[in-house]
């Protein structure tokens, strides 16, 4: 299972760090992503990380302001969200896909959700 944690409500322009645990997968071996779903809209891409870590992706709407990180010893990945405005408030998803599969196809969290006011 996929499951995320730290979710909640602060104010904009304050931080935020979400965790994503992974269990009975081998972790190493997946990329993991962050996506969310804010109401009324498509659930969208935020950042992903490469299964080896080196590499990281960001959506141009968070670039700058959102680190995604991973601790293959904890299977467990990180969005460090920064400078937070009130158009981040959306569930957010983590999702883990093998390399070259597509994320629709791997295993997902229920979400948590990140409100930021105004």
């Known amino acids: 299972p996929v499951e995320e944690s730290g979710g909640g409500l602060v104010q904009a322009g304050g931080s935020m760090r979400l965790s994503c645990t992974v269990s009975?997968?081998?972790?190493?071996?997946?990329?993991m992503a962050w996506f969310r779903q804010a109401p009324g809209k498509e659930r969208e891409f935020a950042a992903a990380?490469?299964?080896?870590?080196?590499?990281?992706y960001y959506a141009d709407s968070v670039k700058g302001r959102f680190t995604i990180s991973r601790d293959n010893a904890k299977n467990t990945v990180y969005l460090q969200m920064n400078s937070l405005k009130p158009e981040d408030t959306a569930v957010y998803y983590c999702?883990?896909?093998?390399?070259?599969?597509?994320?629709?196809?791997?295993?997902w969290g229920q979400g948590t959700q990140v409100t930021v006011t105004s």
């Open positions: 990380i490469s299964w080896v870590g080196g590499n990281t």
């Open positions: 999702a883990a896909a093998l390399r070259d599969t597509s994320w629709s196809s791997g295993s």
């Open positions: 009975g997968l081998e972790f190493s071996k997946y990329s």
